[in-house]
């Protein structure tokens, strides 16, 4: 795999650099100025870069296990923290979007541990940092009940989790006071990459729409 990424970035060179050097010329001496950040889960199926045809220099992205944003007092913000404050307070970026995605490797772990703690049951597959890590959004998904036969409780945990993000985003004092100035918005997107459709939160709504093209 890493002769291909040698040969990938050997065909990136001389077709994206021949035909567009002045560009990463530009941001080497200028340096960055993306207009938005993306904080997405670190799942290999989701590439914003190639989803939505950026290049470098466009987005800002943030990308943990299940796209989590701790809120401002937590004491696991210290990453994501200053991943946000440099955008909004550096960057001044215009936009953040918090995209989930469908068949999330993360989310289901919190909902396995969820379902264990209620049934009483330990597991032997403990993980060093996974669970701590998508323990953050357990309040997410404190009204869901899964032991409902609900073929949609995988696809509203994860939307779920999105909106938690979404809402943490705004106890961090300087993203509220830019959403008040008009000078930021901030979005919550979900993906569905098995059939390429994008939903997006309903304005004034917690429910999720998808996108029209």
Same mark, same amino acid.
């Given at each position: &795999? +890493?002769?291909?990424?040698?040969?990938?970035?050997?065909?990136?060179?001389?077709? $994206?650099?021949?035909?567009?050097? *002045? %560009?990463? =010329? =530009?941001?080497?001496?200028?340096? *960055?100025?993306?207009?938005? &950040? +993306?904080?997405?889960?670190?799942?290999?199926?989701?590439?914003?870069?190639?989803?939505?045809?950026?290049?470098?220099?466009?987005?800002?992205? %943030?990308?943990?296990?299940? @796209?989590?944003?701790?809120?401002?007092?937590?004491?696991?913000?210290?990453?994501?923290?200053?991943?946000?404050? $440099?955008? %909004?307070?550096?960057?001044? %970026?215009?936009?953040? #979007? +918090?995209?989930?995605?469908?068949?999330?490797?993360?989310?289901?772990?919190?909902?396995?541990? #969820?379902?264990?703690?209620?049934?009483?049951?330990?597991? !032997?597959? =403990?993980?060093?940092?996974?669970?701590?890590?998508? !323990?953050?959004?357990?309040?997410?998904?404190?009204?869901? !009940? $899964?032991? =409902? @036969?609900?073929?949609?409780?995988?696809?509203?945990?994860?939307?779920?989790? +999105?909106?938690?993000?979404?809402?943490?985003?705004?106890? $961090?004092?300087?993203?509220?006071?830019?959403?008040?100035?008009?000078?930021?918005?901030?979005?919550?997107?979900?993906?569905?990459?098995?059939?390429? &459709?994008?939903?997006?939160?309903?304005?004034?709504?917690?429910?999720? #729409?998808? &996108?029209?093209?």
């Amino acid at each position: &795999m +890493v002769k291909e990424l040698v040969n990938g970035f050997k065909k990136f060179r001389e077709s $994206y650099f021949e035909k567009k050097s *002045q %560009v990463l =010329q =530009q941001l080497a001496e200028k340096g *960055q100025s993306p207009k938005t &950040m +993306v904080i997405c889960c670190s799942d290999s199926r989701v590439e914003p870069s190639i989803l939505f045809g950026t290049g470098p220099g466009d987005l800002f992205v %943030v990308r943990n296990v299940a @796209n989590l944003v701790p809120s401002f007092t937590s004491r696991n913000n210290l990453s994501i923290g200053s991943a946000l404050e $440099y955008a %909004v307070r550096i960057l001044r %970026v215009k936009d953040i #979007i +918090v995209i989930g995605h469908a068949h999330c490797g993360g989310v289901a772990a919190l909902c396995e541990s #969820i379902n264990n703690n209620k049934e009483g049951e330990t597991t !032997d597959n =403990q993980t060093d940092f996974i669970e701590s890590w998508v !323990d953050i959004a357990r309040p997410a998904l404190s009204k869901i !009940d $899964y032991y =409902q @036969n609900d073929a949609n409780i995988e696809v509203n945990s994860e939307r779920a989790v +999105v909106l938690y993000s979404y809402n943490n985003l705004l106890t $961090y004092p300087w993203i509220s006071d830019a959403v008040s100035n008009n000078s930021l918005e901030i979005h919550a997107w979900w993906l569905d990459f098995k059939s390429l &459709m994008l939903w997006e939160k309903a304005q004034g709504s917690d429910s999720f #729409i998808p &996108m029209e093209f």
